[in-house]
């Protein structure tokens, strides 16, 4: 699929740029507020900084609406690319109201 870096060099990212790049966050400063709220758990444990790592299999949980949205991270981004390369980076793990 193209925009998913395949390479074994990219075995992490900066959960600001992951959020921005998976279209989660509608910009890469509204994606470190975000992730500099305290709000963010990322694998269970909370996230206070923008430089925080996910990899492939990183679990995310955050606020989204009135709910609670809890994601698997299933691919690392090469690009900001269309919203349905981006849906592709993520699985729901589970959606709470």
């Known amino acids: 699929?193209?925009?998913?870096?395949?390479?074994?060099?990219m075995l992490a990212m900066r959960?600001?740029?992951f959020?921005?790049?998976?279209?989660l966050a509608g910009s890469r400063s509204a994606a470190?507020?975000?992730a500099e709220a305290g709000t963010l758990r990322l694998d269970g444990?909370?996230?206070?900084?923008a430089h925080a790592l996910v990899r492939p299999g990183s679990v995310l949980a955050?606020?989204?609406g009135d709910g609670v949205r809890v994601l698997q991270?299933?691919?690392l981004p090469g690009?900001?690319?269309?919203?349905?390369?981006?849906?592709?980076?993520?699985?729901?793990?589970?959606?709470?109201?």
């Open 1 to 9: 699929m193209p925009g998913i870096a395949r390479d074994d060099a």
């Open 15 to 17: 959960i600001d740029k």
């Open 19 to 23: 959020l921005w790049y998976a279209r």
């Open 32 to 34: 470190q507020k975000l």
């Open 45 to 49: 444990r909370r996230v206070d900084r």
């Open 62 to 64: 955050f606020v989204q």
């Open 73 to 75: 991270v299933v691919a």
């Open 79 to 97: 690009r900001r690319g269309p919203a349905a390369e981006a849906a592709a980076l993520f699985a729901d793990a589970a959606h709470r109201s």
